[in-house]
DNA sequence: TATTGTTATACTCTATAACTATA
DNA sequence: TATAGTTATAGAGTATAACAATA
C-alpha cells in the first residue's frame, strides 16, 4: 500500500526545504533583533539601505521581500524612529528617495558582531566551502526566470 | 567614503539570501495556491501529512515550520473541510493524531504536475546537478545546530 | 495612459501567555 | 511537575483594490 501522493519527499521540496532552512538560521537572529525590538522586515530594509544608499521605495521593496503597502508603513514607523529619512526626488516628484540614517547604521553596527558569530557557528559547523557553494547556488536560484 | 557599515553584502546574507530564493520559487507555487484558494501553511500540512502519514500535532508543527496555536487553527479549518481529519490518542490523551484524508490528497494529486513543472522549469534554467546539490547543501544547514 | 506610492480593508500568521486535560 | 494542545489577545505582515499625484 501506497502511503502517499507520490510527490517528491518534503525534504526535496524546493519551497518547504527553504523554509526550513531559513527558519535554522532565522532562530538565534530572531532572538538577536527580539533584545532590540526589531522586526525582521525592518533589519532587512536597513540592510538594504545600507547596502545600497539613498535608493527608491520600489527598490527596497523588491530587494528585502517586502510589498509596497507594508513598505509604506514599515518605513513610516521606522522614519519616526529615526532610522530611515525620506524625501521626494526633484526630478521624478511620484518617486520616494529613502535613505538609512546615522542611527539606523548605528543598529546595524552594534549587532554586527553577534551577526557574524551565528554565521561563524553555521560556517564552523559545515565548512566554508559548503557554505560558499550554498550561496552561490542560491544567487544562481534567485536568477531563475519562473 | 565608505557607504555602508562593512557588512556582508546582503547576496552573501543567509537569512536574506535564502528568502530571496524562496521568493523566486514561490512566485508560480502561489499563483497555482491561489487558483485552489488555499493557503500555503495548509499546503505545508497537506504535504507533510502525506508524508508521514498518522501523526501528532507537535510534529507537523515543527516540520511544516509552524506555531501550534497557528497549527490549531489552521487544522479546525482543514478539518471543517474535509481535507484532514483527528482522533485523540488512546494511549495518550493528551495527543490528537491527524492524518490527510482522500479529498486531502486529491488536492496533491491535482496539483502535482503544475508542481512538478515549477520544479522542471527550475531544473531546466539551473541544471539537475546544481539543483541537487542545493537541496543537499540546504538539508546540511537545517541539521546545523544554532 | 502608465507609474509611484498611499490608503483602505479583510484576512492570516506570529508571538506570548494563560489555561485545560492528561501524564 | 511536565507535556500536548487550546484559547485569548495584541501585533504585524499579506494581498488586493481603489486612489492621488505625477510622468
Redesign the pocket.
Known sequence: MTKNSDLKSTARSLPISLLRARETVMAPV?DML?GIHL????WRVLRVLDELGEV????I?KEA?????????????MEADGQVS?RQ?S???????VQITEQGRQILAENMSTSQEIYQKIEAQMGREKLESLLDLLEDLQAVRV
Not at 522586526?39 to 525592518?42: A, D, M, V
Not at 527608491?56 to 527598490?59: A, K, P
Not at 521581500?65 to 514607523?77: F, G, V
Not at 526630478?91 to 528617495?97: F, G, S, V
Request: aromatic share 0%.
Open positions: 530572531r527580539n522586526s525582521e522586515q525592518k527608491e521605495q520600489s527598490i521593496a521581500c517586502l510589498l509596497l503597502p507594508s513598505l509604506t508603513r514599515i518605513l513610516r514607523s525620506r526626488d526630478q521624478d516628484k511620484r518617486r520616494t528617495l
